[in-house]
């Protein structure tokens, strides 16, 4: 008892001298003993403690991380695609704050402990770790910095904009018989008009729909009881049935793997009265693209919708060819006979229908050719200097081309073309013959003007208000201004503010043309323009945006004759180091073009919608940088035209998927039919081995209007 006794706490001098030689080793050994087992124990706690750390430190990176990418992709898919089913039209940020709750309060609650303990951190970090999980709970509660900017941004604008208004009366006040000028006059009516609170008038909304989901299924094609009966003349009709799958599908192995379409029996049958040979399959078969091929057409469609959201066809075909050891030009030789085969004629059938709309919208952005550019030669440029024939000459930036229909038409639609340069020749090539438009709505660029002045043909142009909103934020800087402004004290900052008003200051004069725009799109908005159609509310709300873009106009002619000038060839121009000049040059040049939309409700006041339709176009760019060839360009155009313009006509992305399925499996079944009688005919039996077929002629005489997706019929058709 007396040795646990001086073992157990630190001995007094007094007290160790009195202990025997013996009890002193004892008491050394034991103290000893217990240092060791401490200190081996305070390695393995900071052991613990660090690998703890390292693995909270990298959950919480990547947590933060997932909710960052989760809000990017809902606020994408806000903008661009609509709600698949039920389950899915929740915010995806909810869905995963949801499904990762507990693990959100497990990381919180992990961090605070291991900070509380002495083997926490210490130090300057502990403030950035602090700061980290602010960020973690501010990211939990699904409001994204981004969108925290955007609310702090527009609460500084409100807080200055009720200063000016201060100022302003102030200002007048001050000017007791001194009257207005127009600019300081529109200022002051531009900060009067205010908006109504609520909606103009009630929007129609639907509510969700929800869709059964079915499992994907592989089963035996038949005609079942009714399928004695010829589809083409009504006639008796027998099988055909003699082992006919090693003979329609491919002699390669690939395809078993790939479409499993050997391993599907497809019953045929003969029309006893006009030999047209029927050709059986299920609602859930897959085909090949070409009889063979070894990519099928679920394959092709379902990464073809992958393409139109941004999914670069490389590593698509890099992930084929590692899973199915195919070779590295099938995929794309796939995909390239699919767009021409099955896509082509439904983009012909949009722009044939495009072309009758009144009001068009169109823009531009650069996507780079190699052979465009000429940096690659095709087979068709030898072929062409083989005959003696000059290829096109090459350009040193190519274009995408897209246009959308206008908000009033009935028909939406938003088509794709590829330009070789951004000329008004290479412009009106594609907009130019067949086309019955009469308000074409752009950006201000050049080149679309000789769509405009083309005699005998009436076209209006609106520009694009968007743009001029961005010309007079690059010169005045809003948000910079805004913060010097609310910096200082509120007393001052009134007495700056009714001194620029009063003197008449260019910065202070835009920032309230501003203000004038972001107020009509204000009224856009509670006219439910990006909800649809409604002529009476727009009417309604444009009375008061006409109003608008008159104190408009009346700042820019003040501020116009102050910096601006006449250039040598006669056009306006901005003083030299003049930032302010700028705005006034564009308003100038587009002054009448940017007020069409006040008189007439159905065109749009910018060209937003052709930017939304170009936003995929530049995702894919990211990772795509350029294309080899021109046929390439075109069929990457055809197949964005058929998704964007069926998604546009409110195609959930699971119906498009299916109706693109089922009229793919038509197509091939009519080509594949039409193949196979005319051998039986010419050769009194069925095989289709050694044969080329080729798909374009053999699907003249199709009914592609059945499929027609311009139509109600054609998108519901299956």
Known sequence: MKRKSTTAKALSKKQFLNLSPEQMFAAYSAERQAKAEAEERAEREKSRADKAETIISTIRRLHAEAY???????????????????????????????????????????????????????????????????????????????????????????????RGRDA???????????????????????DAIALPEKELGAAPRSGRLVKDRKADVQTAASFGENGNRCRVCGGETVSLDEGIKDEIVTMSGMLNTLAQFAEQKHELRLCEKCGHVSFAVSDDQDLPVCPGREVGLNTVVTFTEGLCIGMPLHRI??????????????????????????????????LQSAREADVIVADGTPFSCMEAQGRRECKKYKELKKNGSEPPDPSSKNYILAVTSGPAEKKKFTIYFFLRSRSSKNIASVLKDGWKFSTLVTDAYSGYDSLVAEPGRPVVQQNCLIHFRRTIAKAIDPETWTDEMLAIDEKRCREVLSRDFREESPRFMLYYCLNAISKIYRLESLAGCHEGYYPERIEEARKTSLGLMDKIDGI????????????????????????YGQPCVYW????????????????????????????????????????????????????YTLYNTCRGLGMSVQDFDAWLKAYSRSLYRYCLEKHLTRILEETGRISIRGVPLDMKELSEGFDFEVWNPMTAEGRAHR
């Open 68 to 162: 960052k990418v989760c809000a990017d992709i809902s606020g994408q898919a806000r903008k661009r695609y609509g709600n698949v089913d039920e389950i899915l039209s929740l915010e995806i940020v909810d869905l995963v704050k949801y499904t990762l709750e507990e693990w959100r309060q497990w990381i919180l609650v992990a961090k605070s402990y291991l900070r509380e303990t002495p083997m926490g951190r210490q130090g300057p970090d502990i403030k950035k770790e602090k700061a980290a999980a602010r960020e973690d709970e501010k990211a939990a509660s699904g409001e994204s910095a981004e969108e925290r900017k955007k609310l702090a941004a527009g609460q500084k604008t409100m807080a200055l904009l009720r």
């Open 168 to 190: 302003i009366r102030s200002a007048i006040k001050s000017m007791k018989d001194t009257p207005l000028s127009k600019a300081q006059q529109a200022v002051a009516d531009i």
């Open 317 to 350: 075909s890099s992930l084929l060819k590692d899973l199915y050891s195919i070779g590295n030009d099938t995929f794309y030789y796939s995909c390239s006979d699919f767009a021409q085969i099955y896509v082509r004629p439904l983009y012909e059938l949009i």
């Open 556 to 579: 820019m002619k003040t501020l116009s004759v102050k910096h601006t000038k006449t250039g040598e060839r006669g056009g306006v121009q901005a003083e030299k180091g003049d930032p």
């Open 588 to 639: 100038q040049n587009n002054a009448d073009k940017l007020r069409l939309f006040l008189d007439h409700p159905d065109v749009p006041p910018d060209s937003s919608c052709v930017e939304r339709a170009i936003r995929p176009l530049t995702l894919y760019r990211t990772s795509v940088s350029w294309k080899a060839g021109v046929e390439g360009m075109e069929e990457m155009c055809m197949v």
